[in-house]
């Protein structure tokens, strides 16, 4: 890999001209609602936006928001070809690379920047950093937004990394919000049950690969993020064990917060504007999550905050899901032996993961049911429409996926709804009342819907035929009338 650390991804960034430098913009709601415009209403490829000189801190304090928010960024911290950084053909070769990925473990060093200064005791205070408050409505600041919570499995001492936000309680305690069923989750739940003390890691301005891995649902339980890490880099990742948790830390983050979880000790927590744009779990009330005893800081000299700015989408972090859903989902069905499977994508606008399309070319009866059905699961979490489309159509391209679930499903037959699927507290479309149990969170399940867009095989021969210009017609019209057409295509 061309970077070891984010300084260089940065250095890199700023030479592709994707980098925008701000100044003077505050921490309270500015700096992320200037990304949300960015991404919410700009041009592609819309850059990574780095903050400096931010009104109560030191030059050199920054933040940095949209690290993987272009098709090209995403392309160079994958390891990817450049040339063609269009978004299926980047969802296609990191398809084509992650199925080749063999896990490679961290490598311990004895020290690394992040050790360049550290606070324990008194001196902790984690509000140095120019932490923002993102939406309107929330109530607090989030340190944790584009960040690796990092815990041990104490059964089978296996590292998990995950992207679980992180609320700023006062300068020497957090709060972390793991939804059920995310591995930090099940790994809290069994030291809580256990009545013992969890050991944790928080560690931001992360290397592009390491916030890949902790934040995408690919890497399944029992697999070290760190190994998959090694994996798409092709090194280990270097790794110091910290010295107050015993938990193995990223030698070139930015900021690495070690801490632990008292068992039975909560903290209100939230309510924060989510990644499908509501404030879901509660809706504005607060809700008691596990608190983080801070234990000790270490950071870089001028230390980068990297941030993420979760909105009503298209945002900030939609596209990098896009990219790793299409190829996680692909290889899912791959590895259930399924043939024809021609291309996945997963549109940003349905909130990343919430609007997946599969295309396939029809080889038998039911094949575009199985595949659906198969696909719909994925992500685990929560999910919605899965959409199964021929190969003519292009699963990227909403035009022709709307055509088609207009046109080739008849609608009693072929929209199928799986009940009682897997999901949580942040759904949407479930009110709060059906959330709770008296003052207990409820198990929540609910509906994913598979809509099978392809034409029926039984009676392929009397398929109504299609009025659309041959490819043949198309390059000779194109080439006839250049100077008519040329500026209008
Ligand atoms: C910006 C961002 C914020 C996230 N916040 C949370 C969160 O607060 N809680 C949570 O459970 N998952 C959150 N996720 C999703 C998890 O990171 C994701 O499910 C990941 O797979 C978790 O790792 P795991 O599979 O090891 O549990 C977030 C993802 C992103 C990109
Ligand atoms: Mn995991």
């Known amino acids: 890999m061309s970077y070891i650390d984010l300084r260089d991804f940065i250095k890199a960034i700023e030479n592709r001209g994707e980098l925008k430098y701000v100044t003077g913009a505050n921490w309270d709601v500015e700096m992320s609602s200037i990304v949300e415009l960015i991404y919410h209403e700009g041009k592609h490829p819309k850059p990574a936006v780095i903050f400096d000189e931010i009104p109560g801190y030191p030059r050199g304090y920054c933040t940095m928001f949209g690290m993987l928010g272009s098709t090209w960024r995403i392309a160079r911290a994958l390891g990817l070809p450049e040339d063609n950084v269009e978004p299926l053909k980047v969802a296609d070769n990191w398809y084509h690379r992650s199925k080749k990925l063999q896990p490679i ?6 020290s690394g920047p992040v ?41 089978s001492g296996y590292v998990n990394l995950g992207t679980y936000r992180v609320m700023v309680v006062d300068k020497n305690h957090l709060a972390l919000h793991a939804t059920w069923g995310v591995h930090g989750n099940i790994i809290y739940n069994k030291y809580a049950e256990r009545k013992q003390v969890m050991p944790v890691a928080i560690a931001t301005g992360l290397e592009p690969v390491l916030w890949w891995v902790s934040c995408h649902m690919d890497t399944p339980w029992g697999m070290s993020e760190y190994d998959d890490a090694g994996a798409i880099k092709g090194a280990p990742v270097e790794v110091i064990e910290g010295p107050y948790s015993g938990l193995p830390i990223p ?21 924060f504007g989510e990644w499908h744009g509501y404030y879901a779990n509660r809706g504005l009330a607060t809700v008691p999550e596990p608190l983080i005893r801070i234990k000790a ?3 870089r000299t001028n230390p980068i905050l990297t941030c993420s700015q979760p909105a009503v ?3 900030v972090f939609n596209l990098q899901f896009s990219v790793s859903d299409a ?12 043939p024809g499977v021609k291309g996945v994508w997963s549109h940003y606008s349905g909130s990343g993961g919430l609007f997946n399309v599969v295309s396939i070319q029809q080889l038998y009866s039911g094949h575009a049911v199985q595949v659906g059905t198969i696909a ?29 679930m207009v046109t080739r499903a008849r609608l009693d037959r072929q929209i199928h709804i799986i009940p009682n699927c897997h999901t949580n507290n942040v759904h949407t479309a479930i009110p709060p009342s059906e959330k709770m149990a008296g003052n207990k969170q409820k198990l ?46």
């Open 105 to 110: 473990p961290p490598g311990f060093v004895s």
């Open 115 to 155: 050790m360049e200064n550290t606070d324990t005791g008194e001196k902790i205070n984690i509000l140095r950093f120019p932490i923002p408050r993102f939406h309107e409505l929330d109530r607090s600041r989030y340190f944790g937004t584009l960040h690796a919570v990092i815990q041990k499995d104490p059964d």
């Open 251 to 271: 030698a070139w983050a930015e900021i690495v917060v070690e801490g632990e979880c008292q068992p039975g000790e909560y903290v209100d927590e939230g309510p």
């Open 297 to 299: 800081v270490h950071y």
């Open 313 to 315: 989408p298209p945002h």
């Open 327 to 338: 190829a996680a989902i692909r290889r899912r069905l791959e590895s259930y032996g399924i």
């Open 376 to 404: 719909s699961q994925y992500p685990a979490h929560m999910g919605a429409y899965t959409v199964v489309v021929e190969e003519d159509i292009d699963p990227s391209n909403l035009d022709q996926v709307l055509w088609a």
């Open 444 to 489: 929540l399940t609910a509906a994913r819907v598979v809509i099978d867009a392809c034409r029926d095989l039984s009676w392929k021969d009397e398929w109504y035929p299609i009025a659309r210009m041959s490819p043949e017609l198309r390059t000779r019209l194109v080439d006839k009338w250049k100077s008519v057409l040329s500026g209008l295509l």
